[in-house]
């Protein structure tokens, strides 16, 4: 199956070579069954941009492991998806992947912002799009990629702060609490993050991942697993 993945993502890279001034930003989290970007299975997609909303729920196909499940609230029942006790209902993975295209897709020059999307997020998301023959689709709608954890460092590097993940920077910028590990609001707090950092359009760029480079990337913790 790697191999697969590898050779199926690769023919996505390269399709972009540049940010440019006409990418819209959506801002992108998931939630996830662990935190073995190689195995993990997707609960929850979301994204924003500006006042249009994507959020969609997937039926796990493995156990959620108990640290995931204290966290997030996650748990399943009965063939049902609970969060916090509050039953859900939910997608299949090629139904919500294939929702979350489409709202891509109503959007110009789509760049993927999350926070350490590059080492998490994006690396499970194209596992499964490429389980799903999904992940050509996506390449092809999708203009590159941000990742905002490495974007925050960079702009708060003389600044003190210490801990630079999202929940604690909201804080720390926004001087507000939200409710953390919930996917929708994991988004809504990312965006309102980002523009109160207001980063240069140079500044973006240095954090700016095309799809060659991540490519690479996923490649590269493959190829190190073995």
């Given at each position: 199956m790697q191999s697969d993945w590898r050779s199926v993502v690769q023919e996505g890279a390269g399709m972009s070579c540049g940010q440019t001034e006409d990418d819209t930003l959506v801002f992108f989290d998931l939630e996830t069954t662990g935190l073995d970007i190689f195995h993990c299975d997707i609960i929850q997609v979301s994204a924003?941009?500006?006042?249009k909303i994507f959020n969609v729920y997937t039926y796990p196909?493995?156990?959620?492991?108990?640290?995931?499940?204290a966290v997030t609230g996650f748990t399943v029942a009965?063939?049902?998806?609970?969060?916090?006790?509050?039953?859900i209902e939910t997608k299949?993975?090629?139904?919500?992947?294939?929702?979350?295209l489409a709202f891509l897709g109503t959007l110009h020059r789509p760049v993927l912002a999350g926070h350490n999307i590059k080492g998490f997020d994006w690396p499970i998301m194209a596992r499964l799009l490429c389980e799903l023959h999904l992940i050509n689709k996506f390449n092809k709608v999708l203009s590159g990629f941000l990742d905002t954890l490495t974007l925050a460092r960079d702009l708060l590097r003389n600044s003190g702060v210490k801990n630079f993940k999202q929940e604690t920077l909201v804080k720390a910028i926004l001087k507000k609490s939200y409710n953390a590990h919930n996917a929708m609001e994991d988004v809504k707090s990312l965006q309102e993050l980002f523009y109160a950092l207001n980063p240069t359009p140079a500044q973006m760029a240095r954090h700016y991942i095309s799809h060659g480079e991540m490519t690479h990337?996923?490649?590269y913790g493959l190829q190190t697993k073995k």
């Open positions: 924003i941009s500006g006042d196909r493995q156990q959620i492991s108990a640290g995931a499940s009965n063939q049902t998806l609970f969060r916090h006790s509050v039953p299949t993975h090629e139904e919500a992947l294939t929702d979350f990337h996923i490649n």
